[in-house]
């Protein structure tokens, strides 16, 4: 799976008052809508013209996520965003961006993994990859990468966010058959799909450059646990000096199609040239690759008016735009990314106006589901502009794993349904003024356990200021709640601080500070969109201490089980029992100049953030 990233890092901006004047017009049809506007990029621009040799490429970063680290695990103390993770070091297996599969073969190291019948030997035959050095991309390059994540997780199981406890890469044992024949011996059989997912999070590193402990060190046994571990410190170390990213060697030993040619360490933009003994799929037909950041979305939007970007990616803030785009020169086509989930995060350990007693009650989570108006907040011209799909499940739109109900959701829209939910339960609902429990106690038509009597439902809504739709949504739902007499305290926050601080697994002392988060989108794995980390108990991606024993049943049973089909009784039951509560997912445009081409998964895989520059060609 992929989560926004290692450590989620950003920064946004949105003017309160403001959007909830456009709600206020756009949600009771006074503004009318822009349900049409899809038309005008669902069609993806075929492959085209005849390919030209050389030209930069220059692309926008996501607004916030400006890279900060170039060691392809920063530790979770460096809360860091890593330069062109995927583009200088390849995973093992490279993710595909499509929703029914979950690598792209043709762009992985390796080819397709061969099981022993009890699924705990699993035999990989490396391709013929080299480094920027024109030595062989070899099997011992995975074990070390592998000693390299266990020593990582050895120094804080929070510094890779896909870890829980007791699973991969505990129990993963690596050797090197031959350097063509990588063998991994599990002490307990994954289902391979999911196996497959983790592996393509396994960045391969050089063994032979980067076993050192220090500059000019000597060679050190990485089998070793105290020797990977001090590999790990001065890997790490090093990656902390930004100003030396493109001049130190280190960093310019690679197995991907870039390396690393310039890194302005004020703002984070960077620029990449070819590896020129990249074997893999590309001519790299580019010259270079000019990675810009930038502070907002509007900034970004500005400068494909400008004309000077040549591909980027914007959020359905701008989908009017498109026209504008066009004119410009600019292919546009946009949609849901596969496996993204955008939800509000629920904090089940608050304990500020006993929320956690009160949202531990699935029917206090049920009505507040069916406050969140899914259709209106696509259709609005203030929060989605009519770019978005309905959804609510963890698998995402166009999942192979799709929940049970199908297209009848467990909990629609219905505020009515919503205060009867109250109602039955022994409260009494005052509608814009303080809704509160009557009945107290345990038993039918009472409030629950650890619920008071006179308690009312008060919390705060954690809200992160950029991209537009996250804070118009959330004051959309806020409104919503008031009407059912639940107080919503929305608190806007920067993106960067919001990962720093509000998740129990790594920031437990902040747990009181919200109860409700929302963040925008979360990816799990494309093709294969399991849980694991997020829901499951002893996740470390677990963020609001959600607690299910059936869910997490269901998700050992999609993680090591052999049936893959359990992975859609395990979205359906996170449904029903609302972990959190879910929003549409919002569409991503992908922006392009029309004299840029490439094959068309190359920029559908923008959707899920995946760059694949080394396919791209300029054309007449």
């Not at 197995?255 to 799929?281: H, I, Q, V």
């Amino acid at each position: 799976m992929t989560h926004v990233s290692g450590k989620r890092r950003g920064r946004l901006s949105v003017a309160l008052a403001a959007v909830v004047a456009v709600l206020a017009t756009a949600c009771t049809g006074g503004g009318g809508a822009t349900k049409d506007v899809a038309d005008s990029y669902k069609a993806q621009p075929k492959q085209s013209g005849n390919p030209k040799d050389g030209g930069t490429a220059t692309v926008a970063l996501t607004p916030g996520l400006s890279p900060n680290y170039i060691y392809p695990y920063p530790p979770a103390s460096a809360n860091g965003t890593v330069i062109a993770r995927g583009l200088m070091w390849r995973s093992l297996y490279r993710p595909s961006g499509e929703g029914d599969q979950i690598v792209d073969a043709e762009l992985s190291l390796a080819q397709a993994p061969a099981y022993s019948p009890d699924r705990k030997t699993v035999t990989i035959k490396m391709k013929d990859y080299k480094w920027s050095n024109g030595t062989p991309v070899t099997a011992g390059d995975v074990v070390f990468s592998l000693a390299l994540l266990k020593a990582a997780l050895a120094e804080s199981p929070a510094n890779w966010s896909f870890y829980t406890p007791g699973q991969f890469p505990d129990g993963v044992t690596a050797e090197a058959a031959a350097p063509d024949t990588l063998t991994l011996k599990l002490e307990t059989a994954y289902n391979p799909s999911y196996l497959l997912s983790m592996l393509t999070l396994l960045y391969v590193m050089p063994s032979t450059e980067w076993n050192i402990a220090r500059s000019g060190g000597p060679h050190l046994d990485y089998a070793k646990p105290k020797n990977a571990t001090a590999i790990y410190k001065y890997l790490t170390k090093e990656s902390e000096s930004q100003s030396t990213f493109a001049s130190n060697p280190l960093w310019q030993v690679v197995n991907g199609p870039y390396r690393l040619k310039s890194f302005d360490s004020t703002t984070g933009s960077f620029s990449l040239a070819p590896n020129e003994s990249y074997s893999g799929p590309g001519d790299s037909r580019l010259d270079q690759i000019d990675f810009k950041a930038f502070t907002s979305a509007a900034a970004v939007l500005n400068q494909f008016k400008a004309g000077t970007l040549t591909v980027g990616t914007l959020d359905s803030s701008f989908i009017t735009q498109i026209d504008a785009l066009k004119a410009k020169g600019y292919n546009v086509y946009g949609a849901p990314a596969p496996a993204r989930f955008d939800a509000l995060t629920i904090n089940f350990k608050n304990t500020v106006d006993n929320f956690d007693k009160v949202v531990s009650q699935p029917y206090v989570r049920q009505a507040l589901q069916r406050l969140i108006d899914q259709q209106g907040y696509i259709d609005s011209r203030g929060i989605y502009n009519g770019a978005g799909s309905l959804n609510y499940s963890t698998a995402g739109s166009g999942s192979p794993y799709p929940p049970g109900f199908g297209d009848r959701p467990p909990y629609p829209h219905d505020p009515a349904a919503a205060e009867k939910l109250l109602t039955d339960n022994g409260w009494k609902v005052v509608p814009d003024g303080s809704t509160t429990c009557v009945r107290p106690g345990t038993g039918p038509g009472e409030c629950g356990a650890g619920i008071p009597q006179g308690q009312k439902i008060s919390f705060t809504l954690a809200s992160a200021n950029t991209p537009a739709y996250v804070g118009a949504r959330d004051i959309a739902f806020a409104s919503a709640a008031k009407k059912l007499g639940v107080e919503v305290k929305i608190v806007s926050k920067a993106l960067n601080y919001m990962y720093a601080n509000y998740g129990n697994t790594f920031a437990p002392a902040t747990k009181n500070e919200w109860a409700m988060q929302d963040f925008g989108p979360l990816y799990l794995a494309a093709g294969y969109p399991s849980s694991n980390t997020v829901f499951n108990t002893e996740g470390s991606f677990n963020l609001g201490s959600y607690q299910n024993a059936e869910v997490d049943k269901l998700i050992n049973a999609s993680t090591f089980g052999a049936d893959e089909k359990v992975l859609s009784t395990e979205v359906t039951r996170l449904a029903e029992d609302l972990p959190v509560l879910f929003f549409p997912t919002p569409h991503t445009l992908v922006v392009w100049k029309n004299t840029l081409s490439g094959p068309q998964s190359s920029f559908n895989a923008l959707l899920s953030f995946l760059y694949t520059p080394e396919l791209w060609y300029f054309h007449n």
